[in-house]
Nanobody, 126 residues
Framework: QVQLVESGGGLVQAGGSLRLSCAASGRTFSNYAMGWFRQAPGKEREFVAAISWHGRDTYYADSVKGRFTISRDNAKNTVSLQMNSLKPEDTAAYYC???????????????????WGQGTQVTVSS
């Protein structure tokens, strides 16, 4: 059974930084692309960043490009999201997700992901 557990959310002032982490278990972590999504109240879940199974390919939403960095540690079964220069519009619940299929490049559509964490709240004050 796949389990994804996010951590690292919190309250931060605009311009600050946070690092989210997601610990995975249940499948061979290194075989699967991973993604981060977010959902603000009253809005649909949106793509933030994704990383391929081997870690060499990364993808970002235009709204976070240049500010956020996704990385993975296959030895520790973790994926992280470093978030810098945070803005109030980054406020949302952040979810990590694991690809349905092995050896993916890092899909950007939620429907490609079969497993989700419970989410961690990020609040950016102005």
């Amino acid at each position: 059974q796949v389990q994804l557990v996010e951590s690292g959310g919190g309250l931060v002032q605009a311009g600050g930084s946070l690092r989210l982490s997601c610990a995975a278990s249940g499948r061979t972590f290194s075989n699967y692309a991973m993604g981060w999504f977010r959902q603000a109240p009253g809005k649909e879940r949106e793509f933030v960043a994704a990383i391929s199974w081997h870690g060499r390919d990364t993808y970002y939403a235009d709204s976070v490009k240049g500010r956020f960095t996704i990385s993975r540690d296959n030895a520790k079964n973790t994926v992280s999201l470093q978030m810098n220069s945070l803005k109030p519009e980054d406020t949302a619940a952040y979810y990590c997700a694991q690809d349905r299929v092995e050896y993916g490049s890092g899909p950007t559509f939620p429907s490609r992901y079969g497993y989700w964490g419970q989410g961690t709240q990020v609040t950016v004050s102005s």
